[in-house]
């Protein structure tokens, strides 16, 4: 059972930054391909960005605004997000999966999420 925590989230303007980040409890925390998601009150669960051996891949639209990165020896998964809108307001959670998928469906365990508040 791996057990995620997000941190990180809170209230910020337009055009700044914010970086998330999910530590996990596993040991195995490496052999786990990492996700983030958002979901914005009334839509469905958005996938974000993934991590996985050897790569990355973002959705379009967060490409070029957000980064993710992981750090295996301390079992934590991040997420730089820079020229944040209005838009990018939503819950923030994060994901595991033995699979390298964009498909919240295929992830096992979720974090409990942090809020991200951009105003205008």
């Known amino acids: 059972q791996v057990q995620l925590v997000e941190s990180g989230g809170g209230l910020v303007q337009a055009g700044g930054s914010l970086r998330l980040s999910c530590a996990a409890s596993e040991r195995t925390f490496s052999r786990y391909s990492m996700g983030w998601f958002r979901q914005a009150p009334g839509k469905e669960r958005e996938f974000l960005a993934h991590?996985?051996?050897?790569?990355?891949y973002y959705a379009d639209a967060v490409k070029g605004r957000f980064t993710i990165s992981r750090d295996d020896a301390k079992n934590t998964v991040y997420l730089q997000m820079n020229s944040l809108k209005p838009e990018d307001t939503a819950a923030y959670y994060c994901?595991?999966?033995?699979?390298?998928?964009?498909?919240?469906?295929?992830?096992?365990?979720w974090g409990q999420g942090t809020q991200v508040t951009v105003s205008s």
């Open positions: 991590i996985f051996w050897g790569g990355t």
């Open positions: 994901a595991a999966s033995l699979y390298t998928t964009q498909d919240p469906r295929r992830y096992d365990y």
